[in-house]
């Protein structure tokens, strides 16, 4: 069972992770939808006869391409967390340091 203490700790240190993430998804936005990185994938699909010839070297495709990067970040980053979030659980249920190791050595 968790203690008041813990789900504190517990609660602390997920509002942590999510700002850190967020902070770090704030970047990559900042970075990847900047006027100069359109322009240079732009004219990457320009220069690419496939993209070309399927009509893609276009500013939607550019806009779509930027937005799926941003949700597989988005997805990354959750996993990240719950990953951590898990791994914290299960060190204080068990009392291991590294419980995340020891299980996937068992599996």
Known sequence: MLNDDFATRIENRLREMLHQQLRGLKRKVEKEFSQESFIRELTALHEDPVYR??????EQYVI???I???SISIGRRLGEIYEKFQDMLLQHALNYLKIRLLLNLII
Do not use: E, Q, T
């Open 53 to 58: 010839r399927w009509f893609l070297d276009s």
């Open 64 to 66: 779509i391409r930027f």
């Open 68 to 70: 799926g990067r941003v």
